[in-house]
């Protein structure tokens, strides 16, 4: 049996519903539905997406996740059971904020939805940060400075992708990238343009069904207290504000 079949099997019992009533409100006959339960049959995508709504828990929790091992009331419940994301809280039932460091950034593609994973990561708490869910994220690179690379990113978790805001920066956690740290735009059709501030660095485009969450960015953990360089552009359009005074106090001196 795998651990789909189990887990359907312990929902079912845990909720004291029947077989027969479960198959109707999945709109299926009680003979399929118990091939799905005994492990003889796998479930078409339509009726994972069906038992997932209808015990308000996700996909991924599902097909990965042992649910005896979970309390899915400690679960964050999104809009129309999209996905279940796991969070941890306190002994006052205040969220606690998980910090993905880069010693367990390469398992979080695996561990986002696993609540086992998300437990085991380490624990800060920023009360002046607010509502909403937060998370910790490593910066890698020199793509977005002045955030550099070790520090930690601390991001507000977006729900909906018509919250995303142009020309704001999010960690996107993708498919086929794993984690990014980016500025995105939203000006293509079913696709973000995701750019660097370091325009060494060109912008790309992410495809939205390739994502798997987005963060807000909230504040910075950084490691260093070195001074940030003034960039040459900056120092070029001081010396010729300068240059335009220095100007202008010689037009006023001519006719004093």
């Given at each position: 049996m795998s651990l789909f079949s189990?887990?359907?099997?312990?929902?079912?019992?845990?909720?004291?519903i029947s077989q027969e009533k479960l198959a109707e409100s999945l709109g299926i006959t009680r003979g399929r539905y118990v091939k799905y339960e005994d492990g003889t049959s796998e479930a078409p995508y339509?009726?994972?997406?069906?038992?997932?709504?209808?015990?308000?828990?996700s996909i991924d929790l599902l097909l990965s996740v042992d649910v005896r091992k979970i309390l899915v009331d400690d679960l964050l419940q999104l809009e129309n059971n999209r996905l279940v994301l796991p969070i941890t809280v306190d002994n006052k039932g205040e969220n606690f904020i998980e910090v993905v460091t880069q010693k367990v950034k390469a398992g979080y593609?695996?561990?986002?939805?696993?609540?086992?994973?998300?437990?085991?990561?380490q624990q800060i708490s920023l009360p002046f940060l607010g509502s909403g869910k937060?998370?910790?994220?490593?910066?890698?690179?020199?793509?977005?400075?002045p955030h550099e690379n070790g520090s930690?990113?601390?991001?507000?978790?977006?729900?909906?992708?018509?919250d995303v805001k142009d020309g704001k920066t999010y960690i996107l956690i993708t498919k086929n990238e794993g984690m990014v740290y980016k500025r995105l735009n939203k000006n293509k059709m079913n696709a973000l343009v995701v750019a660097s501030d370091n325009n060494f660095y060109p912008p790309y485009e992410v495809k939205v069904s390739a994502i798997l969450e987005?963060?807000?960015y909230v504040c910075n953990i950084g490691l260093t207290d070195e001074k940030q360089q003034v960039p040459e552009t900056v120092s070029v359009t001081n010396m010729f504000l300068e240059l335009k005074r220095d100007i202008?106090?010689?037009?006023?001196?001519?006719?004093m």
């Open positions: 189990d887990n359907i099997r312990n929902l079912r019992v845990q909720h004291k339509e009726i994972l997406k069906k038992i997932a709504h209808y015990y308000h828990i593609l695996n561990g986002y939805a696993d609540p086992e994973y998300i437990e085991s990561l937060h998370r910790g994220f490593p910066v890698e690179g020199d793509s977005m400075p930690i990113i601390v991001g507000r978790y977006i729900e909906k992708l018509g987005i963060w807000e202008n106090d010689l037009k006023i001196n001519r006719y």
